[in-house]
């Protein structure tokens, strides 16, 4: 005969796996996303560092902002972690299924957003710092001879005042497009942060 425990469908032993798989799911997604990230834009900050070395240290904001979205995810990683609780000194599970599927649905909301928001910041860094640096140097490579490329007309604007200012407006540009990739992880972090809050512990 099958015996039947009160409450067990609801505080099951295994439930604590959903809540470490939560866990460790957001700290993996967003630890992938700021990778990511920081792979693409640092290599769009290298390829503009040859051409242009006087803009590497100012390009390197989105390397920074990609690096931000593995600290969301250890924020939240460490928030599920500890809401984790152990059985209790009878041996009963103290830990609900409730907060299992809370804290997984936290988890996967930080982490995919952080994901989502690594790849943008990298394809944006990549492409916009680039950019930046054909601009500020009106095209002009680093292996070219001192005159090669430049014409009658424009020939002493290359890295000049108007050949920067024009580079300056695509890094507003950039920085907008940057700020709201961000936001897209700050949206997941908030709705992460309030749906590890949710709380049933068994009796």
């Known amino acids: 005969m099958t015996e039947v425990v009160a409450g067990y469908e609801i505080c099951p032993s295994w439930a604590s796996v959903f809540g470490y798989l939560g866990a460790s799911g957001c700290m993996i997604l967003s630890s992938w996303g700021s990778a990511w990230g920081t792979w693409r834009a640092g290599l769009g900050v290298c390829q503009m560092g040859v051409d242009h070395p006087k803009g590497v240290i100012k390009n390197i904001v989105p390397i920074v902002m990609a690096g931000v979205l593995g600290i969301y995810g250890l924020i939240v990683s460490v928030i599920i972690t500890q809401a984790v609780s152990s059985p209790g000194q009878d041996g009963y599970n103290t830990y609900s299924l409730y907060n299992g599927y809370t804290h997984l649905a936290a988890g996967l909301c930080c982490g995919l957003s952080c994901l989502a928001a690594g790849g943008t910041i990298g394809l944006i860094g990549d492409a916009g710092v680039r950019g930046f640096g054909l601009k500020a140097e009106r095209g002009r490579k680093w292996f070219w001879v001192e005159g090669e490329g430049e014409d009658d007309a424009g020939g002493a604007e290359f890295g000049g005042a108007r050949a920067l200012e024009d580079a300056n407006k695509l890094y507003v540009g950039m920085l907008i497009m940057l700020i709201f990739s961000e936001a897209l ?16 512990t068994c009796g």
């Open 185 to 200: 992880a700050l949206y997941g972090l908030i709705v992460a942060l309030i749906l590890s809050q949710h709380n049933y």
